[in-house]
C-alpha cells in the first residue's frame, strides 16, 4: 500500500489531462456528448459522498476528480459555441435510465447497493460516447480518460478497508476509461494491425 499523499499526485494528473481536454473543446478539435457528461459529474459527486459515508477517506478523491472533470468539460461546452455533440434520442433514452439509476441509488439505504445503482447510472451514460467515440473518433480526445486512469488506480493503491463501497467505484472508472480509450483508437490499432 502506498502512502495517502500519492493520491494528490493522481489528481494532479487527472486535472491536467481535463485541462487539456477542455482545450480541446475550447480549440473545437473534440466535441463531448453533454449526456454523457451531466450523469458523469453527477454520480460521482453522489459516490463521494456514500463512499465517505461507508469510511473511506483520502482515497474518495479519485471518486470526486470523476465528477469535478466533468463539471468543468460542461461549463466550458455551454459557452463555446457548437462545442457539443448533437443529443439524439438514443442518447436521451440512455440518460433517462441513468437517472432512473441515480434515484434508485440516491433513495437505497444499503450502501452496497446504492453504489451500485451509481456505476449501472454511470455505465448508462458512458454508452453514447463510447458509441461516439467508436464511428467519430475524431470528435474525442483521450487525456481526461487516461488521467482517470491514473487517478483511480493510484486511489486502489491506498485504501486502507477493502470493502465494496469503497473500491467498486474506482474499478470501474478503470474499466470505462479503458473501454473509451479502445474506441477512440480502434481505427488505429486495427489498422496497424493489418498493415503490419
Known sequence: MLPENIIFVGVAINLFCCIWYVKSII??????????????????????????????????LGIFMAGFGPLLVIIVSIFRKNAFWKIETFDLICGFFS??????????????ISILFAIISDGLAAIPTIIKSWKFPET????TYFGGIVNNVLSLLIIKNWIFSIYSFNIYFILV???????????????KAIFS
Not at 99 to 112: E, R, S
Open 140 to 143: 474525442e480526445s483521450s487525456s
Open 99 to 112: 437517472l432512473m439509476a441515480l434515484v434508485l441509488y440516491i433513495f437505497t439505504y444499503n450502501l452496497a
Open 177 to 191: 476509461n479503458i473501454v473509451i480509450i479502445f474506441s477512440i483508437y480502434h481505427k488505429r490499432i486495427f489498422k
Open 27 to 60: 480549440s473545437g478539435n473534440t466535441r463531448p456528448n453533454l449526456v454523457s457528461w451531466f450523469i458523469w459529474m453527477l454520480a460521482p459527486f453522489i459516490g463521494t459522498f456514500l463512499a465517505l459515508k461507508a469510511g473511506a477517506g483520502f482515497s474518495v
